[in-house]
């Protein structure tokens, strides 16, 4: 009878124990992690059945079924249910529905403080890439403060304006050949930025040395269409990642990469065009994925800004061979998917405002107050 006790009572003591031990294991620990580095990546007019294509067309699977964690957006912009990449990008940035054409401003055309410009004053590392020119609309939107869109020239000044670490993309012209003879290369050079700009096949053979910060430009206006050989994205992701890993060793990084003309695209009505560039984005995911995989501590978003297009893959299509139309040659208002990965990534689950995703991002990362206009 007492020894039952005695095991009854050894039997109570073991379990309490085993369970303050693993209530102080971390691996057990249920708290929301928080990323120390966030990496947006936006693929410009990518709906629903653009994903759809390029993942028929690319032998059924695509680097996004990697994400455990899928939510959608509603797009909408400030003055239209059918937002322009300018307004959508700016609700990405600032966290604000503006009107079509709003490049980080709100509105009433005021500028409003932009994510990666927080991020840079908090002492993280920062940077952009892009398949377009790197002062079109979804890059702007993060850097640049203009009541227009389609200023690349006004766009390109912003960026001296900023400690950005790195920007890639086209548009060398908006910073060399100005109307007002400014050079605005020379002067990052003299803020001791090292400027490149290997074009075409050459692009793959940059060495990005992280003891300066980096403009390097692909394009003196637009970057060609991946159809047409374009195939920097995804070895420059890859790059990019592990530049602003070292250049945000202590505070972190926040990086946004554009697949830019998968709305290209849509506004052509052109499929081959759009599934091109799907799989040229979906590389660039599978670089910053294994990146991510490796290093822990990075979350990794992928969305669009709105669909292009009103693309449909309709009857008769098979995996190789697509059936395809357009409604537009604008973009719709769909809602428009995100994908999650990392600590943090339940956070984007369910069904929310495009606004919304500025707030979680600025919530994971530790900013606090959301901004006044919200
Ligand atoms: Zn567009």
């Not at 079924?65 to 249910?81: M, Q, T, V």
């Not at 079509?100 to 994510?115: S, Y």
């Not at 003891?211 to 206006?221: E, G, I, R, V």
């Not at 890859?238 to 946004?256: D, P």
């Amino acid at each position: 009878m007492n020894r039952i006790i005695i095991f009854t009572l050894l039997g109570c003591l073991l379990w309490t124990g085993c369970e303050n031990a693993m209530s102080s294991n971390p691996s057990v620990d249920t708290t929301p992690q928080k990323p120390k580095n966030i990496i947006l990546m936006v693929g410009d007019g990518m709906g629903v059945s653009q994903i759809t294509a390029g993942l028929y067309t690319n032998n059924n699977q695509l680097n996004l079924e990697r994400f455990p964690y899928i939510g959608l957006h509603k797009s909408y912009a400030y003055d239209d249910l059918v937002t322009d990449s300018a307004a959508g990008a700016t609700a990405f940035s600032c966290g604000i529905k503006t009107y079509n054409g709003a490049i980080g401003v709100d509105k009433d055309t005021i500028p409003v403080e932009t994510i990666l410009e927080r991020a840079e004053k908090e002492g993280l590392a920062t940077g952009l890439v892009s398949t377009s020119t790197i002062t079109h609309a979804t890059p702007a939107s993060f850097i640049c403060h203009n009541k227009i869109r389609k200023q690349h020239e006004e766009n390109a000044a912003d960026f001296i304006k900023t400690d950005i670490d790195l920007f890639v993309g086209g548009g060398k012209n908006y910073f060399d050949l100005r109307e007002d003879d400014r050079n605005i290369s020379m002067e990052l050079k003299k803020k001791g930025y090292n400027v490149s700009d290997f074009f075409q096949e050459e692009t793959n053979d940059l060495v990005m040395d992280p003891s300066a910060p980096l403009a390097f430009f692909t394009a003196n206006t637009d970057p060609l269409a991946a159809q047409d050989g374009r195939d920097y994205l995804a070895g420059i992701s890859g790059k990019s990642v592990a530049f602003l890993a070292e250049r945000g060793k202590e505070k972190g990084f926040f990086l946004m990469i554009e697949g830019s003309q998968i709305d290209w695209g849509g506004h052509a009505n052109q499929s081959d065009w759009i599934v091109a560039e799907m799989h040229d984005f979906d590389k660039a995911i599978g670089q910053v994925l294994d990146f991510a995989e490796k290093d822990g501590e990075t979350l990794v978003i992928v969305t669009a800004d709105h669909e292009t297009g009103g693309y449909a893959i309709n009857k008769g299509s098979t995996m190789d061979s697509l059936e395809t139309a357009f409604t537009t040659d604008y973009h719709t208002a769909d809602l428009i998917p995100v994908f999650a990965y990392g600590p943090g990534a339940e956070d984007f689950s369910g069904i929310y405002e495009n606004t919304a995703i500025h707030a979680k991002m600025m919530e994971l990362f530790g900013f606090g107050a959301k901004n006044e206009s919200e």
